[in-house]
């Protein structure tokens, strides 16, 4: 079992930063896969990024790639979603999952998941 609390959404103009935190609690926590996900409103969960539970493997999606980096802490428990240079179009609920196995993309896929934090971007 692994629980997942995500912190660090909220409102920032165009062009801005933000880096969400991700902690992971339960015995074996340091041990999955990690992803990053977003939802806007009456869309799908599309894949952002994830992290192999060594952090050496990332991958990204392209809505993401040069502007966005995915981190872990382990000592921490902690995975991180650093965005920069952000554009309304990624306002969404950011979420992140939990998986044994890296390299997943399909947001069916993964066992467990955070509540989600809101990031709004305004233009």
């Known amino acids: 079992q692994v629980n997942l609390v995500e912190s660090g959404g909220g409102l920032v103009q165009a062009g801005g930063s933000l880096r969400l935190s991700c902690a992971a609690s339960?015995?074996?926590?340091?041990?999955?896969?990690m992803g990053w996900f977003r939802q806007a409103p009456g869309k799908e969960r599309d894949f952002i990024a994830l992290?192999?539970?060594?952090?050496?493997?990332?991958s990204y999606a392209d809505s993401g790639k040069g502007r966005f980096t995915i981190s872990r802490d382990n000592a921490k428990n902690t995975v991180y979603l650093q965005m920069n240079s952000l554009k309304p179009e990624d306002t969404a609920v950011y979420y992140c999952?939990?998986?044994?196995?890296?390299?997943?993309?399909?947001?069916?896929?993964?066992?467990?998941w955070g509540q989600g934090t809101q990031v709004t971007v305004s233009s």
């Open positions: 339960g015995r074996t926590a340091g041990t999955y896969a």
């Open positions: 992290i192999s539970w060594d952090g050496i493997s990332t």
């Open positions: 999952a939990a998986h044994r196995l890296y390299g997943l993309r399909s947001s069916k896929e993964y066992d467990y």
